[in-house]
């Protein structure tokens, strides 16, 4: 299937590329408008650096790509592992949500809520120009230092 068929016959996309992939992953999209695209990406670069943090971000980005969309940043502060299982001793990781739209925002949150996280809407998408340099932590102490990837944040409340 080609990336532009993508949103065709969906209501709710997943955006996981490569983080210096988004803008080719949804160029050609159509039929969008209203849409909700989850962006899981970090805009990692060669040596695992960042490529954009705190004045912009891959999912503010995205929107201005596709701004009839509603994209919602999520789902990118830890690897691969917690997405089996998102707890550490028994407690529910917090995954941290960004942005613009209320009701694309409520629907992710419940989406996280049913892979097994415990959903915190942080903000408006902007607040994704931190969560993607947060992720960084998790990437550098698990994938560089080698520590246990059994391991997530949780946003006491």
């Known amino acids: 299937m080609e990336t532009k068929d993508i949103a065709i016959n969906?209501?709710?996309?997943?955006?996981a590329v490569p983080g210096n992939a988004v803008e080719n992953a949804v160029k050609n999209m159509i039929?969008?408008?209203?849409?909700?695209?989850?962006d899981l990406?970090?805009?990692?670069?060669?040596?695992?650096?960042?490529?954009?943090?705190?004045?912009?971000?891959?999912?503010?980005?995205?929107?201005?790509?596709?701004?009839?969309a509603?994209?919602?940043?999520?789902?990118?502060?830890?690897?691969?592992?917690?997405?089996?299982?998102?707890?550490?001793n028994g407690e529910k990781i917090t995954m941290l949500i960004?942005?613009?739209?209320?009701?694309?925002n409520l629907t992710v949150?419940?989406?996280?809520?049913?892979?097994?996280?415990?959903p915190l809407v942080v903000g408006?998408?902007?607040?994704?120009?931190y969560l993607e340099p947060f992720a960084m932590i998790w990437i550098k102490m698990v994938r560089v230092q080698g520590m246990n990837p059994n391991t997530g944040i949780k946003?006491?409340?």
């Open 155 to 157: 946003w006491m409340r």
């Open 31 to 38: 039929e969008i408008d209203g849409k909700i695209v989850i």
């Open 70 to 88: 509603k994209v919602v940043k999520t789902l990118n502060t830890v690897g691969l592992e917690k997405m089996i299982d998102p707890t550490v």
């Open 10 to 15: 969906n209501e709710l996309i997943i955006l």
């Open 41 to 68: 990406t970090n805009p990692i670069g060669e040596g695992l650096k960042l490529t954009r943090g705190t004045t912009t971000s891959n999912a503010e980005e995205l929107q201005k790509i596709i701004p009839t």
């Open 109 to 118: 949150s419940n989406l996280i809520e049913e892979l097994g996280f415990d």
């Open 98 to 104: 960004a942005g613009d739209h209320d009701d694309a």
């Open 124 to 129: 408006k998408l902007y607040f994704s120009r």
